[in-house]
């Protein structure tokens, strides 16, 4: 969970959550997105315990009624094993990591590190340097990564959307991030189609249509939300695709 450094500054340290090396991260950036995936999370804590409020008290998410309006944005819940494991830890709105129409590498490693920068990162920054040590405490904790949306194929996400959702308690969503793929001689406003109809097969609560990237084929330079014909055709297609699933737009700024 991210907080907001206008917010930590205000803090005394001993205010600040724990960190390493009593919490380490739940995903190792010494190994592969895919070691990751297939060996994490890597989490031996306990779990905290949770009352569950009274189901009148829960609030409107698109149409849906939960717990709490806490949860977990596209990138770190890199499949079920890890969609379930923050349902455990109180995260109601769990967002299933962006998938592709097929399967798709990542970038190699490194695809994160940590960044030494004391305080908010000025937007006129042109040199970031790496911090060799992990931070100990949240107040020093920053980071930057590059992924390149890796994705497995369909057919295991079929199966692995389904088990996260099957994990999710009562009051709680499962969210499917998808994204459209450029690919010589296809139709990448198809294959966003084609992309969160998987999603929705897959019975994904609500989709988010990642228009935050620079995946935009023929149809811009840079990122797809700042061409507003494309996205508005893909959206209508989206919306045309998967009926009465609520769907998100993710916008860069």
Same mark, same amino acid.
């Given at each position: 969970?991210?907080?907001?450094?206008? !917010? *930590? %500054?205000?803090?005394?340290?001993?205010?600040?959550?724990?960190?390493?090396?009593?919490?380490?991260?739940?995903? @190792?950036?010494?190994?592969?997105?895919?070691?990751?995936?297939? $060996?994490? +999370?890597?989490?031996?804590?306990?779990?905290?315990?949770? !009352?569950?409020? +009274? %189901?009148?008290?829960?609030? @409107?998410? #698109?149409?849906? %009624?939960?717990?709490?309006?806490?949860?977990?944005?596209?990138? +770190? *819940? /890199?499949?079920?094993?890890? !969609?379930? #494991?923050?349902?455990?830890?109180?995260?109601?709105?769990?967002?299933? %990591?962006? &998938?592709?129409?097929?399967?798709?590498?990542?970038?190699?490693?490194?695809?994160?590190?940590?960044? @030494?920068?004391?305080?908010?990162?000025?937007?006129?920054?042109?040199?970031?340097?790496?911090? $060799?040590?992990?931070?100990?405490?949240? $107040?020093? #904790?920053?980071?930057?990564?590059?992924?390149?949306?890796?994705?497995?194929?369909?057919?295991?996400? /079929?199966?692995? !959307?389904?088990?996260?959702?099957?994990? /999710?308690?009562? =009051?709680?969503?499962?969210?499917?991030?998808?994204?459209?793929?450029?690919?010589?001689?296809?139709?990448?406003?198809?294959?966003?189609?084609?992309?969160?109809? *998987?999603?929705?097969?897959?019975?994904? @609560?609500?989709?988010?249509?990642?228009?935050?990237? +620079?995946?935009?084929?023929?149809?811009? $330079?840079?990122? /797809?939300?700042?061409?507003?014909?494309?996205?508005?055709?893909?959206?209508?297609? &989206?919306?045309?695709?998967?009926?009465?699933?609520?769907?998100?737009?993710?916008? =860069?700024?």
């Amino acid at each position: 969970m991210r907080i907001p450094y206008t !917010i *930590l %500054k205000h803090m005394h340290a001993s205010q600040l959550p724990p960190w390493y090396p009593d919490h380490p991260p739940i995903y @190792d950036i010494q190994k592969s997105y895919i070691e990751n995936a297939e $060996e994490g +999370p890597f989490f031996d804590g306990s779990f905290p315990p949770r !009352i569950t409020p +009274p %189901k009148d008290t829960w609030i @409107d998410f #698109l149409g849906y %009624k939960i717990m709490s309006p806490l949860g977990v944005p596209a990138g +770190p *819940l /890199l499949n079920s094993k890890y !969609i379930a #494991l923050a349902s455990k830890l109180g995260f109601d709105i769990l967002t299933y %990591k962006t &998938i592709r129409s097929r399967a798709h590498d990542t970038h190699p490693v490194p695809n994160m590190i940590y960044i @030494d920068v004391d305080g908010q990162l000025p937007r006129n920054a042109q040199t970031l340097h790496q911090k $060799e040590r992990q931070p100990s405490d949240m $107040e020093h #904790l920053a980071v930057t990564n590059s992924f390149g949306m890796g994705c497995y194929g369909p057919e295991y996400l /079929l199966e692995d !959307i389904a088990k996260a959702k099957a994990s /999710l308690a009562g =009051g709680q969503v499962l969210n499917v991030s998808v994204v459209g793929t450029q690919r010589q001689g296809e139709d990448f406003i198809q294959d966003f189609v084609n992309t969160a109809t *998987l999603a929705k097969e897959a019975g994904a @609560d609500v989709i988010t249509a990642n228009f935050s990237c +620079p995946n935009v084929g023929k149809h811009a $330079e840079g990122s /797809l939300y700042m061409n507003p014909e494309a996205a508005g055709e893909i959206a209508t297609k &989206i919306v045309r695709s998967i009926g009465d699933v609520p769907l998100i737009i993710k916008m =860069g700024y």
